[in-house]
């Protein structure tokens, strides 16, 4: 195990811990304290300890500032202290800037004195092979115990800006605006970037949480929920190392109508790497978070423009009614590449009603097309505010755009400005401005926007992702899905037993999703030629034989597959061909027409939990790789959102003049292998299904494999 991440402890893997959770006494203590001492606090120009201080008085903090080193008589006009012991009254937080070597003391005499909240900058390092628990997790000891709530260590710190509360060393300029966005970032230098933005983007709290040796990502957002200020709430995240109490903020979240965005560090292998050199964390697969995160309802973001552009939508007042992206542009060949991008990432643009389309054509110079997103710029006249006001009308539309690059100088600005404004002032909807090059939107023009609640997005493909994210958001929040069908207990709990008892074979793997309701090939199992023949004229010819041996993963490569076997004397000979490649224990089934063939596969990550992958199956599934990955349990309307996301969907729907597939059936296979993964996802490493074969008369698994978790 890292040794940084032994400090807080992993959620979900076997033998793990659950993670130390503060009391929200102790996170109201760290981040909205009543009095702060800087343990460390100096007089020497640049040192951490003056900077400190500076930025605390400097800021005009609310609370009470107790300066804490016993070199110093008076700091910044205030009576310094030689330690926490001394001071007048028992702080809410401390904050060290002392070295990595005094850290641990420094940080037991403040729990000696009764402090609730710390922040720890420093990386803790100390030689890998010192023996005994590792310096975070000592300090993690040692707030614990305390009840203490720690941010940090390797942080930037924390801002508060209801209390102008600047807890940072190298802070950015903080705005006298308020605030309605909160972050919390596992990177300090992105932390200063989005806290420092340059679009008008306030913050409520941010928070640099580094380690997370005592209170994690879920802690900062539980109790950011309680501030009425904060609209949004954006994330930086390297890993989760409390999933069970995520879920739980996450779910009162949505409760309060508080949206949630998250930006993924550590997708690649690579980035995985630097995750653990960075933090201690560990990064996980960057498909099962996109999965998770969407199972709980928050958008995943691959960029930080991408983050600041959701962020900026999800703080305004309005909110979206159902439907599509309506816009307007003043370019043709940027109306195309608004529409090919939305193609792309899966932003609806919403179709117009014809009473919309009449009136735009009553607008619009003639000739010139009324179709959405709208060009209004034909021979000269000025009809933005026009066609503005007739696709905010549109029921279809659920949001309005115009598209417009802004460019700062150009005598059509203020022109596109106060159409726009005049625009958002004659409808409920959420009017905005999505800009193509954000370099060139003017801050004047942009600034101008915002102060009346309209947002400016900075970027085609960045905007047209958020916008998506906006409206799925918003839909969601209206729509109640039922709960998955549970699985009767008396089966979860006769499969558990079973599968704890031994290996399944693929028999037993396909047993065991039938029982689940699952559709399967009926079959039977041998271990002579004899029981071969005699299986197969029960079955009915044809019949395929394939090795029952379990640890064969791949049977065809093995040589453990024979189709289409018509008569005995032809599965005599299968029979002896398999038994000598691959072992005497083989799978009978009868013979099922081709189709298309998906794969349905399930594993456990050590993090997260069990995730279920859906994509084009067979031989070369591993070659393809068109697959997508949901939580499960899943219910029939996310299973035809999943199959929609593939790139070969169209096989399924019938291409080419090929007869589509059983898509109703399709469906109610992969509700079934959700349900199997909720109930025993935690004792399974992994089950896959390959293929599961689908046609026009139906969907039928023929092959499975079933790995157990160890050590459930």
């Keep these: 195990m890292d040794r940084a991440v032994e400090a807080n402890g992993r959620s979900g893997g076997a033998g793990a811990t659950r993670p130390y959770r503060p009391e929200a006494e102790a996170m109201r203590a760290l981040l909205a304290p009543a009095s702060v001492a800087i343990v460390g606090a100096s007089a020497q120009q640049g040192a951490l300890g003056q900077r400190l201080l500076a930025h605390l008085v400097a800021g005009g903090y609310k609370g009470r500032i107790y300066p804490v080193n016993p070199r110093y008589q008076a700091l910044q006009d205030l009576p310094c202290y030689p330690d926490l012991a001394a001071l007048p009254e028992r702080v809410d937080c401390a904050a060290f800037a002392v070295s990595d070597e005094r850290v641990e003391a420094a940080l037991a005499e403040a729990a000696a004195a009764g402090t609730r909240g710390a922040v720890v900058y420093g990386r803790l390092y100390e030689p890998p092979d010192r023996p005994g628990p590792s310096r975070p997790a ?31 060393g190298n802070p950015p300029p903080l705005p006298s605006a308020p605030g309605r966005i909160a972050i919390v970032s596992h990177s300090g230098s992105t932390w200063s970037g989005l806290v420092g933005n340059q679009r008008d983007l306030h913050v409520t709290y941010a928070v640099s949480a580094g380690q997370e040796l005592a209170g994690t990502i879920a802690d900062y957002v539980d109790f950011l929920l309680d501030d009425p200020a904060t609209r949004a709430i954006g994330l930086v ?47 996980g697969s960057a498909a099962v978070y996109e999965a998770w995160f969407e199972h709980l309802g928050i958008p995943v973001c691959t960029t930080l423009d991408q983050l600041m552009d959701v962020l900026e939508l999800f703080c305004r007042a309005r909110r979206p009614a159902a439907g599509g992206l309506g816009a307007a542009t003043d370019s043709g060949a940027e109306r195309q590449l608004v529409v090919d991008i939305a193609a792309e990432v899966g932003c609806p643009i919403a179709p117009l009603a014809p009473s919309t389309e009449t009136r735009l054509a009553a607008i619009l110079d003639p000739g010139m097309l009324t179709q959405n997103p709208v060009d209004v710029f034909g021979d000269g006249r000025m009809v933005l505010r026009e066609c503005l006001d007739a696709i905010a009308d549109d029921p279809g539309v659920g949001a309005v755009a115009m598209v417009t690059n802004l460019v700062h100088g150009r005598p059509y600005l203020a022109t596109a400005v106060a159409a726009v404004e005049s625009a958002a002032a004659a409808t409920d909807k959420p009017v905005l401005v999505l800009g193509n090059l954000h370099s060139t939107v003017s801050r004047q023009a942009a600034t101008s926007l915002r102060d009346r609640g309209i947002a400016v997005l900075m970027g085609t493909e960045t905007g047209l992702r958020a916008i998506r994210d906006f409206l799925r958001w918003h839909q969601r929040r209206r729509e109640e899905r039922p709960d998955a069908d549970a699985a009767p207990a008396d089966i979860v709990s006769a499969w558990r037993a079973r599968i704890r008892a031994g290996a399944l074979d693929p028999a037993d793997a396909l047993a065991l999703y039938h029982a689940f309701g699952g559709p399967v090939v009926p079959g039977a199992v041998a271990a002579s030629e004899a029981d071969s023949v005699a299986a197969a004229e029960r079955l009915g010819f044809p019949v395929a034989l394939k090795t ?104 399924l729907a019938g ?7 059983d898509l109703v059936a399709l469906r109610a296979a992969i509700v079934a292998f959700g349900r199997l993964g909720a109930a025993l996802g935690d004792e399974l490493a992994e089950f896959d299904l390959n293929p599961l074969i689908c046609s026009e008369s139906g969907v039928v698994a023929v092959d499975a494999l079933a790995v157990a978790r160890e050590n459930p």
């Design 655 to 661: 291409a080419r003049g090929r007869p589509p597939v």
């Design 548 to 651: 029952g041996e379990p640890a064969i993963a791949h049977k065809t490569e093995a040589g453990g597959v024979a189709l289409d076997l018509r008569h005995a004397a032809d599965v005599a000979t299968a029979y002896r061909r398999v038994a000598a490649a691959c072992g005497p224990r083989v799978h009978l089934q009868k013979q099922v027409p081709a189709g298309v063939e998906l794969f349905l596969g399930l594993v456990r990550d050590p993090q997260l939990g069990p995730a279920l992958t859906i994509g084009f199956g067979g031989i070369f599934v591993e070659v393809l790789r068109d697959v997508v990955t949901v939580i499960p349990p899943v219910d029939d309307a996310q299973a035809e959102i999943l199959l929609r996301r593939l790139r070969g969907f169209p096989l």
């Design 237 to 283: 995240v390297e890993t989760i190392r409390d999933p069970d109490g995520f879920v739980a903020a996450a779910a009162r979240a949505r409760t309060r109508g508080v949206p949630i965005a998250a930006l993924k560090l550590g997708r690649s292998e690579l980035g995985r790497r630097f995750a653990l050199a960075h933090s201690g964390a560990l990064a």
């Design 138 to 168: 000592r300090l993690a000891a040692i707030a614990r115990d305390a009840g203490m709530a720690l941010c940090g260590a390797n942080c930037m710190g924390f801002i508060n800006t209801h209390a102008a509360l600047v807890l940072s």
